[in-house]
């Protein structure tokens, strides 16, 4: 039986007013959640009250992760320090999982090392991230969250502005990620991205949240076409 | 957007004038101010006597430059070695406090007495602390040195947690998510992210300190103040210009020192990072510009 990791309870999300409402839904390991919805939706600070970076406005979110690095969360703007290096970056996932008192400095470079390679940005270690492209940042905000290997992670269009090849190997490290029962929500608009990667899909209409598999989407986007 | 900004600029300066009439009982005052100002300049001040640069009579100058053994050198010397100990030590201590006074990166229950021990240390003027480390301690620099610590942890303090206030939110809130702690993201996310404002404060602190060793030298807290307040007894104001002079070169240098340092953290400096001479033929070019 897959573990419990995070259990939303009639969860009412937004600022001013509500965006989502009565939210109540589970999230067990080894899964991958797809939000899906219109632009202005909510989808965001849906993911962001889950990260506890928003107070629900109703309700309770329950994360039953580990004490120390157990919340992943790649955000639209990545949230990578931009006056440090690639290194420094992936080392901040690593040192989150991995504080001083629990692995060795040793452990911690071995895993930001195999994250750095993982993405391919082996020859931009050292480089500072404001001379890095795009696509070159979202892969070391992804490397950032493979060297923390967070049990669950919460990313925001983490694979948008990335091309065919590098998707391939972001959900190829992802995959590897989840097949070890890291679980992943993400928020995602290309319908391709999401048949390639998600298990479960949650969209969001008329400020509802419809939990379903990739097979009811599937045919729910046929109907509407 | 632009007559708006206008209209506000207008609104502040007349408040500020209405104000500064509630203040000033009498404009009269103003007549003849210049004229006084200019005959005390050429009759008391100028021109200035760089004798301050020429080695004392006594102590006998065993140096082969004159210029080390002079009231200048000397003065100077102790004013920037007090103002530098003074400016690293308060550096230290603000980042220290400052650190748990920035409310987006403390709850406000902490915060708050952060901030307050802040104001409090800042509310007294260094001059203030000068006084009072010399009741405590006696003449000297090390007077002159706890009261600057004391007002730059003040000081220092309120610019370095309004500087953490107003950085970009998106790496702290990954950093606060991902679980990282408090003095992980402080020393791997807040510091690389505003090292250029801290250190621009730093080097701003240090000239204002080697600006201010003028005043609490005056109380008797050590550096070039010290011979400033003795020219100043004896009335002789040339000598005052000549120090003043002095210490407007230094700070111009500090100046100087500080486009160098922060060229390493901006992202300029990824492109170009400025020569001491390039900077001094731009400033030429400049001058040639406006003619």
Known sequence: ?225 | MRRGFLFAIGVLLLTAFIILNDLVDDWGRLSGGMENLSVFIQESMWPPNWSVLEAQSYPVCENKIEFFCSVGYIGMMETIKIAFVATILGFIGALCLSSFAAKNLMPMRIAFPFRTLLSATRSLPSLIWAIIFVIVIGFGPLAGVLAMTFYTIGYLGKLQYETYEGMPSDSLEVSKAMGLSHPAIFTSVVIPETGNHLLSQLMFMFEYNVRHGTVIGIVGAGGIGYYINTYLKLLQYDKVLALLILIFVVVILIDLLSLMLRSFVTDEGDVRRPKWLSFLMKLRKGDESTK
């Open chain 1, 1 to 225: 039986m897959s573990e419990l990791l995070l259990k939303l309870s009639n969860l009412n999300v937004g600022f001013s007013e509500d965006l989502v409402q009565d939210v109540s839904l589970e999230v067990r390991s080894g899964e991958i959640i797809a939000v899906l919805g219109q632009s202005g939706i909510g989808k965001t600070t849906l993911i962001r009250t889950i990260a506890g970076l928003v107070q629900p406005r109703q309700g309770s979110v329950e994360l039953n992760l580990p004490e120390h690095g157990g919340l992943g969360y790649i955000p639209q703007r990545l949230g990578l320090v931009r006056h440090a290096s690639v290194y420094h970056n992936v080392n901040l996932g690593a040192r989150a999982s991995l504080p001083w008192f629990k692995g060795s400095r040793e452990e911690r470079a071995r895993r930001v090392t195999s994250a750095i390679a993982a993405m391919g940005l082996e020859e931009k270690t050292r480089e500072p991230i404001r001379r890095l492209s795009g696509g070159q940042l979202r892969r070391v905000a992804t490397a950032r969250a493979l060297a923390q290997q967070p049990t669950l992670l919460l990313a925001d269009e983490f694979l948008s502005e990335l091309d065919h090849t590098t998707v391939d190997v972001v959900v190829d490290a992802v995959k590897t990620l989840t097949d070890e029962g890291h679980s992943l929500v993400m928020v995602e608009h290309h319908e391709e991205n999401v048949e390639m990667i998600a298990t479960r899909i949650w969209l969001i209409e008329n400020q509802q949240l419809i939990d379903m598999t990739i097979d009811e989407w599937r045919k729910k986007m046929e109907e509407e076409e």
